[in-house]
C-alpha cells in the first residue's frame, strides 16, 4: 500500500473516533495549481477535472512561499504553466522530497529563469524539448508499459510537444504517432509528464485529457468521487482544514522513505543536480545538519586554499630551508589571522569575508541548537554568499596541470575559415588552457577531408579545419587532442541540422547496415538519445573504425585521440530495454554458448552475465587494439577516454564501460569522468570514489565539469575542489558556454604571462610536474612559516623540513635525469614523507583540518605522477621507448 494512502486511511480513523466534524476531516486528493499562464484557459481545464470526477482544490500559485501553502492533497496537477519562479521550485523540490507526486502538462517551466529550467528537469525526470508542426496521436507503447496506462481513450489529435527523458529511471510510455515515435507521455517513480496542454483543445482531445489524468490518479491511488465538484467551487488547498494529528499519525507510521533525486542526463552526458539545502521549510534533521555544515566548513577551506595558493604564489618567500628552521626557533605556535601577515595582499575583503563566514556557521549551529531553524538556514545562506562574492580571482594561483577544454562541433562550424579559429585559439591560450579535445569525428561525419570515411561533414566543406586547429594551437603552446565518437554512428539531432530525415543512420551505416546494433525491439535509435550505434563486435566495424584513427594520428600531427563513446547505449535491464543485437554479436555469442542472445533475459543469471561480458570484452579489446596500432606508429600519442562516473557494477550492466581495466593495462593515458554536476559538492560525491581508485595508479584522472547553466563562481569553486583533490588537472565542456566574464577569470588566475615560460603540462613530462607541484608545497608552507600562521612543535618541525630537503633533492634528480633508480629513490622518500605527514600536522590539522587533508591529497597527486611516469617515461617500460 503507498504511503499517502496509509496516511489517509489513519487520518480517517483518527477523525472518526475523535467524532470530528465531515468538513473537518474532508481528504482533498488533488490539488490544481492555478497560475497566470494558465489563467485564460481555468475555465476549461476546471470544466475538464468535473469531467474526471475527482475532488480537487487550488493552489494559488502567487500565493505559494513555503510548503505549508501547497496544502495536504495526495497529488499535485501544474497543468500548462510556463513560468516557475526559483521560491516556487524550492517548494515544489521539498515537497516532493517528502514523498508529494506530481503531473505536469505542456511547455512546463519553459520561461523560467535557465536555473529554474535545469533543476526542474531534475525534478520531473524529463523535460518539454519542441512543439510539434501538426496535430498527432497518441501511441501507447506495447512493450514494457506500465499497467496503468490506458488501452483506450488515444484516439484524439492534439497539437502537442516531444517530451525528452532527462533521467536515467525516466521511462517513456506513450509516443507520438510520427516517424520515430517521439516521446509524448514520461514518468518516474514521482512524476508524470504530459507532453500536450491538458484541458485546451477541442472535443476530440477531451477524452484523452481526462483518460490520462483518471489514469494518472489510479497509478497513485487518488480516489475519484463523480460530482462531487459540479455545483460548488473547489476549495483553496492550504485552506482545507486538516487535523494536526493527521500528520504526527503518519509520521509516528514506519512509512518508507521518499524516492531520491534521480541523476539526469542531458544528452549522454551525465549532470547530477545541482543541491539546495534539504528541507527548506520546517525542522532540521541532523543529517542535514551535518551535511549543510560539511558543505560550509569544505566551501570556507576552498576560498582559503585558493587565498593560501595565490599569496605563496605572488609572495617572495622561498622553499622549506634550514635556515626555515633558525627563524622558526622561539616562534610561538600561535595563529594569526592573515590580516595580521607580515606579507601583506591587496584580498583585505576576501580575509573579512572569512572570519564572517566562519562567524555564521557558529551561529548557523547555534541557531539550529535554539531549534530556530528559519534563522539558522538565513545564517547559512548568507555565509555561502558572503563566500561567493569575495572568492579570490584577480590573480594568478594555477600550478602545474592539465588544463583541458572540449572545441565542440558547433563552434567549429561557426568559423568558415582558418582566420575565423585565429581568435578563438587565442582567447584559449590567454585562459591558460593547455589542452584542447577538438571534435573531430561526430556521427560518423569527420571534420576534415577524409580519404578512410564516406562523407566529411557537409557544414564545413571547402575547407581542412583539423589541419587548422593542430597549427594554431601549437603555434601557441598549446596541444591539440582529435575528439573522435568511436561507436555512437547516427544522432538524429544532427540529422536535423542537416536536413536528412530523422532515422537516416549516418553516411557510414546506409551503406552497411549489418554493422549496426538494436534493441531488443528492433530499434536502431535508442529512444532517450536519438543516436544509433555500430556493433563492436563486428570485425569490419572494428577495422573500419581502426584505420580512422589511424588515418588522423598520421596524416595530422596530432598530439592525442580522445575516444567518446566508447561504449554501448545506455540500458535497462530491469525493463528489458537492451542493446547490442548485432549480426556478428548475435552470431557470435550464439556460436559460444549455442544461444542467440535476443533470447536471453536478465532473469537467465547465468547467461545474462555471459552476454553482458561478452558486450564488456568487445570494447575493452577495441581499446586495446587501438592502443597498441596507434602507439606503435605514434609513440608520442596521447590516448584518453571520456568515461562516465557511475559505479563499476552499473556502469557495465548498463553500458558495458569497463576503463578501470584499461588504466590497468596502460592502455590510455588520460581518464576524463563526465563529472558534471550543478554544484560543488555534487562534484565531490561524484568525483571523490574515483580518485580512491587504485587501479589509476597507471593513468592520470582529469574529471569534467560542465559550464552550461552553472554560475561563473561555482565552476571556479569545481575548479579549486580539484585542485584540492588529488586530480591531475581538469576538463571544460565546452567552448560554445565559455562567456567573457569567466574567460577573464581565466585569464587573471591561470593565463601564462607572455614574459613566462609555459608550465610542463603533466601527461608530458610528470616527474618535472612532480617537482614543481613539491616546490609549489613548499612556498604555501614557508609562506604560513613566515607569518606565523603554522601550528607545529619545534621538534616536529624541525624532522619536518629536514624531509622536505630530502625529498626535494630526490624529486629533482628525477626531474633532470629520469632513469629506474632515481626513480626508486623518489618514491621511497615520499612514501617516508607521506607517512610522518600526518604526525607533524597534528597541531595544525586539529585548527584547520581541511588545509592538512588538502596537502595531503596534493602529495598523493604527486604519488600518481610518479607511477605514470614510471611506466610512460623510464627506458624499459612502454617497449623500451621513451614515450614524451
Same mark, same amino acid.
Given at each position: ?143 514494457? @508499459? ?109 512509512? @518508507? ?628
Amino acid at each position: 500500500m503507498k504511503k499517502w494512502v496509509i496516511g489517509i486511511a489513519i487520518a480517517t480513523t483518527i477523525n472518526i473516533l475523535l467524532g470530528l466534524p465531515r468538513a473537518l476531516a474532508q481528504t482533498v486528493n488533488l490539488g490544481v495549481v492555478k497560475s497566470p499562464d494558465n489563467q485564460a484557459d481555468w475555465s476549461d481545464i476546471t470544466d475538464r477535472l468535473q469531467s474526471t470526477g475527482v475532488d480537487y482544490c487550488v493552489v494559488d500559485l502567487s500565493r505559494v512561499n513555503q510548503i505549508a501553502d501547497l496544502g495536504d492533497p495526495q497529488l499535485l496537477f501544474l497543468p500548462n504553466i510556463e513560468r516557475l519562479e526559483p521560491e516556487h521550485l524550492a517548494t515544489l523540490q521539498e515537497w516532493m522530497r517528502q514523498g508529494g507526486r506530481v503531473i505536469v502538462s505542456g511547455s512546463v517551466g519553459i520561461l523560467s529563469q535557465p536555473e529554474v529550467r535545469n533543476r526542474l528537469r531534475s525534478l520531473l525526470g524529463a523535460y518539454w524539448g519542441f512543439g510539434l508542426s501538426q496535430p498527432s496521436r497518441l501511441e501507447r507503447l506495447s512493450i514494457s @508499459s506500465p499497467s496503468w496506462i490506458p488501452d483506450g481513450g488515444l484516439v484524439g489529435e492534439v497539437q502537442g510537444g516531444v517530451v525528452i527523458p532527462a533521467s536515467l529511471d525516466a521511462q517513456t510510455v506513450a509516443v507520438w504517432n510520427q516517424p520515430e515515435s517521439p516521446p509524448a507521455v514520461v514518468t518516474t517513480d514521482q512524476s508524470i509528464f504530459l507532453g500536450w496542454r491538458w484541458g485546451v483543445d477541442g472535443e476530440d482531445a477531451a477524452q484523452m485529457d481526462v483518460v490520462w489524468l483518471q489514469a494518472a490518479l489510479s497509478r497513485y491511488n487518488v480516489t475519484l468521487t463523480p460530482g462531487r465538484m459540479t455545483n460548488s467551487s473547489p476549495p483553496n488547498c492550504a485552506a482545507t482544514p486538516v487535523p494536526t494529528i493527521r500528520a504526527d499519525q503518519q509520521r509516528q507510521a514506519n512509512l @518508507s522513505p521518499p524516492h531520491p533525486t534521480p541523476v539526469p542526463s542531458e544528452g549522454d552526458r551525465l549532470v547530477l543536480p545541482a543541491q539546495t539545502p534539504a528541507n527548506t521549510w520546517g525542522t532540521l534533521t541532523p543529517n542535514q545538519v551535518t551535511a549543510m555544515s560539511r558543505e560550509l566548513e569544505n566551501l570556507i577551506g576552498r576560498v582559503e586554499s585558493t587565498l593560501l595558493r595565490a599569496d605563496a604564489h605572488n609572495s617572495e618567500v622561498g622553499l622549506l630551508t634550514q635556515e626555515s628552521v633558525e627563524s622558526f626557533a622561539g616562534m610561538s605556535a600561535k595563529e594569526s589571522e592573515h590580516g595580521n601577515q607580515r606579507h601583506s595582499h591587496p584580498d583585505r575583503t576576501t580575509v573579512s569575508a572569512l572570519a564572517q563566514a566562519r562567524i555564521g556557521l557558529e551561529n548557523f549551529l547555534g541557531a539550529v541548537e535554539q531549534q530556530d531553524y528559519t534563522a539558522a538556514r538565513r545564517q547559512w545562506i548568507n555565509a555561502r554568499r558572503l563566500l561567493w562574492d569575495n572568492y579570490p580571482m584577480e590573480r594568478q594561483l594555477a600550478q602545474p596541470e592539465i588544463r583541458a577544454i572540449w572545441l565542440d562541433r558547433g563552434t567549429i562550424v561557426k568559423a568558415k575559415r582558418k582566420q575565423d579559429l585565429v581568435k578563438l585559439f587565442d582567447n584559449l591560450a590567454k585562459a591558460g588552457f593547455n589542452t584542447v579535445f577538438f571534435e573531430t569525428v561526430n556521427a560518423s561525419y569527420p571534420i576534415y577531408p577524409s580519404q578512410v570515411a564516406p562523407e566529411q561533414n557537409p557544414l564545413v566543406r571547402g575547407w581542412d579545419p583539423l589541419e587548422a586547429a593542430v597549427e594554431l594551437a601549437h603555434e601557441r603552446g598549446m596541444e591539440l587532442h582529435a575528439w573522435v565518437w568511436i561507436f555512437a554512428a547516427a544522432n538524429q539531432r544532427h540529422n536535423a541540422l542537416l536536413n536528412q530525415p530523422l532515422d537516416y543512420p549516418g553516411p557510414v551505416l546506409a551503406a552497411h547496415p549489418d554493422w549496426a546494433i538494436f534493441d531488443k525491439q528492433g530499434r536502431l535509435f535508442a529512444p532517450n538519445t536519438r543516436k544509433a550505434f555500430f556493433d563492436p563486435a563486428n570485425p569490419e566495424v572494428r577495422e573500419y573504425l581502426m584505420t580512422l584513427l589511424e588515418e588522423i594520428a598520421t596524416r595530422y600531427d596530432v598530439d592525442g585521440i580522445q575516444l567518446d563513446y566508447i561504449r554501448y547505449p545506455f540500458q535497462d535491464p530491469r525493463v528489458n530495454q537492451t542493446y547490442g543485437y548485432g549480426v556478428a554479436a548475435r552470431q557470435q555469442f550464439k556460436e559460444r554458448t549455442g544461444v542467440d542472445p535476443i533470447e536471453v533475459y536478465p532473469r537467465d543469471r547465468t547467461l545474462w552475465q555471459q552476454w553482458t561480458e561478452f558486450r564488456i570484452r568487445q570494447v575493452d579489446s577495441f581499446v586495446a587494439s587501438v592502443s597498441a596500432r596507434l602507439l606503435s606508429q605514434r609513440p608520442d600519442l596521447i590516448l584518453s577516454a571520456a568515461v562516465f562516473p557511475l559505479p563499476p557494477a552499473e556502469r557495465q550492466q548498463r553500458l558495458q564501460q569497463n576503463w578501470e581495466e584499461w588504466a590497468l593495462q596502460g592502455y590510455i593515458d588520460l581518464v576524463v569522468p563526465m563529472t558534471y554536476a550543478l554544484d560543488t559538492e555534487g562534484l565531490h560525491s561524484l568525483t571523490q570514489p574515483l580518485l580512491t581508485e587504485s587501479t589509476l595508479n597507471q593513468a592520470l584522472l582529469i574529471p569534467g565539469i560542465r559550464l552550461l547553466n552553472l554560475p561563473d563562481v561555482v565552476a571556479v569553486d569545481q575548479i579549486q575542489l580539484l585542485r584540492d583533490l588529488p586530480a591531475n588537472g581538469y576538463a571544460v565542456f565546452a567552448v560554445e558556454n565559455l562567456n567573457e566574464n569567466l574567460h577573464r577569470i581565466f585569464q587573471q588566475t591561470q593565463g601564462q604571462p607572455e614574459s613566462t615560460s609555459t608550465d610542463p603540462i603533466p601527461y608530458r613530462k610528470p616527474f618535472q610536474v612532480a617537482m614543481d607541484r613539491f616546490v609549489a608545497l613548499q612556498r604555501e608552507w614557508n609562506f604560513l612559516v613566515t607569518n606565523e600562521q603554522l601550528a607545529i612543535h619545534q621538534d616536529a618541525f624541525t624532522e619536518w623540513v629536514a624531509q622536505t630537503e630530502k625529498l626535494n633533492q630526490a624529486l629533482n634528480q628525477l626531474a633532470m635525469a629520469p632513469s629506474p633508480p632515481l626513480m626508486r629513490t623518489a618514491q621511497a622518500a615520499l612514501a617516508t614523507f607521506r607517512s610522518q605527514f600526518p604526525q607533524w600536522m597534528q597541531q595544525q590539522g586539529m585548527r584547520h583540518p581541511y588545509q592538512v587533508q588538502m596537502w595531503d591529497n596534493r602529495l598523493a597527486t604527486i604519488e600518481r605522477l610518479l607511477n605514470y611516469g614510471e611506466r610512460t617515461t623510464l627506458p624499459g617500460n612502454s617497449s623500451d621507448a621513451i614515450k614524451r
